[in-house]
């Protein structure tokens, strides 16, 4: 009985450290949104949270918070929503700040996926004597951070697509006309994704058509994405709004592209271009992901076009599919969110689950996963 009630205590207790963490999202990439909170004699003593990467972690932030009250914290207890690290990286080891301060037992809800942290986190602190428990509310913990992990295991971003369309599957009609197949409060929603984003990618095609600026505007934001344009030609036109000043762009180019294009963009300090090869015309994804992957891009927002969305599709490169669709037929003449992928038999076809139903009236939002 005390068991199940200690358990729920700590639940409780994690859901506190959890809201914490969820402070930090979207602004810690390549580090994990991580929090923490210490209790003694029944009493929050001190929290915190991860505010970006080169800054504490959660565990020295809520010490820090409980010292600053004049809080004893000797004996208490920390819940930390990831495993506290053990290494050197930007920042000193977490687990030599809660030995020092004798806190006497810790709560993770889950283990760091960091190959210099894995489990050595929690055994050092356990060798010290410290009373370690894991596993409280681990799959919130582990969905908060699904992008880290993948980054983390994968060697490579986590690659959420994001589509906005018509019931009957279309982004545009034949002319190319989209403004707008969603209302406000999907396009809202829209702009939270591009804040929990460390970029947000787009083909020439939608750069040139929509003329997008890709940065987060209809919800707050400390930060912008870093802007990723696909465009072996160099076709969009400079003074589109890809290239303003309002955040950083990397435009990945091929041998092709105009050379005095080139040198002009060259010129301006927000943008970054990549050369990288063309096969049959293409750039391969892996050399996209891996030129990304070296820049620290944790969490990759595709957001069209259809080209580009089929090709991440047909490569079965997605993590995550975030699907608006809106109560609104175009027909077949319209353009289809997805191109060709040759399926021939239906047991082919690319399978997700729906992990999330949200109505974003007058349109819903579907959260899918492979
Ligand atoms: C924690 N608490 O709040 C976070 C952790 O370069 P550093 O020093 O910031 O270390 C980054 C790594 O530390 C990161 O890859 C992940 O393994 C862990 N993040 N650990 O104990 C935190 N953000
Ligand atoms: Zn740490």
Same mark, same amino acid.
């Given at each position: 009985m005390r068991l199940v009630q200690l358990s729920r205590l700590d639940e409780k207790l994690m859901r506190l450290a959890l809201k914490e963490a969820k402070k930090g999202k979207g602004y810690t990439h390549p580090n994990p949104a991580v929090g923490? @909170? +210490?209790? %003694?004699?029944?009493? @929050? +003593?001190?929290?915190?949270?991860?505010? %970006?990467?080169?800054?504490?972690?959660? =565990?020295? =932030?809520?010490?820090?918070?409980? !010292? $600053?009250?004049? /809080?004893? +914290? =000797?004996?208490s207890t920390m819940y930390v929503t990831l495993e506290p690290c053990c290494h050197y990286g930007r920042t000193p080891p977490c687990t030599e700040a809660i030995i020092d301060s004798r806190i006497k037992r810790v709560v993770i809800a889950t283990l760091d996926p960091n190959p210099q942290v894995a489990g050595k986190g929690a055994e050092i602190l356990k060798k010290q004597g410290i009373e370690v428990i894991t596993g409280i509310l681990e799959n919130q913990a582990k969905k908060l951070n699904e992008d880290f992990f993948v980054y983390i295991q994968k060697k490579r971003p986590f690659v959420h697509i994001k589509?906005?369309?018509?019931?009957?599957?279309? +982004?545009?009609?034949?002319?190319? $006309? $989209?403004?707008?197949?969603?209302? =406000? %409060?999907?396009?809202?929603?829209?702009?939270? !994704?591009?804040? /929990?984003?460390t970029a947000v990618l787009v083909g020439v095609g939608t750069a040139v058509k929509d003329n997008p600026e890709l940065t987060v505007r209809n919800f707050p934001s400390k930060k912008q994405p870093l802007r990723v344009l696909i465009d072996k030609n160099l076709k969009t036109p400079l003074d589109h709004k890809i290239f303003n000043k309002k955040a950083k762009t990397v435009v990945f180019v091929s041998e092709l592209a105009d050379r005095g294009k080139i040198h002009l963009l060259k010129k301006r300090s927000n943008i970054q271009l990549i050369t990288l090869p063309l096969y049959e015309g293409r750039f391969l994804i892996k050399d996209v992901l891996d030129s990304l992957y070296k820049m620290e891009v944790m969490h990759l927002l595709i957001e069209g076009g259809k080209d580009v969305i089929t090709q991440f599709f047909k490569e079965g490169i997605y993590d995550k599919v975030s699907l608006f669709v809106a109560p609104k037929i175009i027909g077949e003449d319209g353009i289809s969110s997805v191109g060709v992928l040759n399926i021939k038999d239906i047991s082919e076809a690319l399978k997700l689950q729906i992990e999330r139903i949200k109505k974003l009236e007058p349109d819903i939002y579907l959260e899918l996963y492979p």
């Amino acid at each position: 009985m005390r068991l199940v009630q200690l358990s729920r205590l700590d639940e409780k207790l994690m859901r506190l450290a959890l809201k914490e963490a969820k402070k930090g999202k979207g602004y810690t990439h390549p580090n994990p949104a991580v929090g923490a @909170v +210490i209790v %003694k004699n029944g009493k @929050v +003593i001190g929290k915190g949270y991860h505010k %970006k990467a080169g800054m504490p972690h959660a =565990e020295r =932030e809520a010490i820090k918070d409980a !010292l $600053s009250k004049g /809080e004893n +914290i =000797e004996g208490s207890t920390m819940y930390v929503t990831l495993e506290p690290c053990c290494h050197y990286g930007r920042t000193p080891p977490c687990t030599e700040a809660i030995i020092d301060s004798r806190i006497k037992r810790v709560v993770i809800a889950t283990l760091d996926p960091n190959p210099q942290v894995a489990g050595k986190g929690a055994e050092i602190l356990k060798k010290q004597g410290i009373e370690v428990i894991t596993g409280i509310l681990e799959n919130q913990a582990k969905k908060l951070n699904e992008d880290f992990f993948v980054y983390i295991q994968k060697k490579r971003p986590f690659v959420h697509i994001k589509i906005a369309q018509t019931v009957d599957g279309k +982004i545009a009609t034949q002319t190319g $006309s $989209s403004k707008w197949i969603t209302g =406000e %409060k999907a396009r809202k929603y829209a702009h939270r !994704l591009r804040k /929990e984003a460390t970029a947000v990618l787009v083909g020439v095609g939608t750069a040139v058509k929509d003329n997008p600026e890709l940065t987060v505007r209809n919800f707050p934001s400390k930060k912008q994405p870093l802007r990723v344009l696909i465009d072996k030609n160099l076709k969009t036109p400079l003074d589109h709004k890809i290239f303003n000043k309002k955040a950083k762009t990397v435009v990945f180019v091929s041998e092709l592209a105009d050379r005095g294009k080139i040198h002009l963009l060259k010129k301006r300090s927000n943008i970054q271009l990549i050369t990288l090869p063309l096969y049959e015309g293409r750039f391969l994804i892996k050399d996209v992901l891996d030129s990304l992957y070296k820049m620290e891009v944790m969490h990759l927002l595709i957001e069209g076009g259809k080209d580009v969305i089929t090709q991440f599709f047909k490569e079965g490169i997605y993590d995550k599919v975030s699907l608006f669709v809106a109560p609104k037929i175009i027909g077949e003449d319209g353009i289809s969110s997805v191109g060709v992928l040759n399926i021939k038999d239906i047991s082919e076809a690319l399978k997700l689950q729906i992990e999330r139903i949200k109505k974003l009236e007058p349109d819903i939002y579907l959260e899918l996963y492979p």
